[in-house]
Nanobody, 129 residues
Framework: QVQLVESGGGLVQAGGSLRLSCAAS????????MGWFRQAPGKEREVVAA????????KYADSVQGRFAISRDNAKSTMYLQMDSLKPEDTAVYYC??????????????????????WGRGTQVTVSS
């Protein structure tokens, strides 16, 4: 069974930075594409960024392009999300997720939560104005 554990959330002022981590259990981390999603109160869960199993392919939501950076360290079975220039509208619970299929990079449906079958419990990010 795969477990994903997020950390690094917290309270930060607008314009500040946070770095989220997602630690994965198991030995297959390096063969699965991963994603970061977020969900604000009263809103649907939305993709923030996704990264292929090799790390060579990356996608960002338009709302975070140029401010956030996704990365992974397969040797440590850990994925990261560096968040800079944070805005109040970035306030949400952030979740990491693992693709449902190995060695797949979803060019179009990386943004669908249905493409992922393992999820962490989330970490709260609050950005004050």
């Amino acid at each position: 069974q795969v477990q994903l554990v997020e950390s690094g959330g917290g309270l930060v002022q607008a314009g500040g930075s946070l770095r989220l981590s997602c630690a994965a259990s198991g030995r297959t981390f390096s063969t699965y594409s991963m994603g970061w999603f977020r969900q604000a109160p009263g809103k649907e869960r939305e993709v923030v960024a996704a990264i292929s199993w090799s790390g060579r392919s990356i996608k960002y939501a338009d709302s975070v392009q140029g401010r956030f950076a996704i990365s992974r360290d397969n040797a440590k079975s850990t994925m990261y999300l560096q968040m800079d220039s944070l805005k109040p509208e970035d306030t949400a619970v952030y979740y990491c997720s693992r693709d449902s299929s190995a060695l797949i990079w979803r060019i179009s449906d990386y943004s669908s939560h249905r493409s992922y079958n393992y999820w962490g419990r989330g970490t709260q990010v609050t950005v004050s104005s």
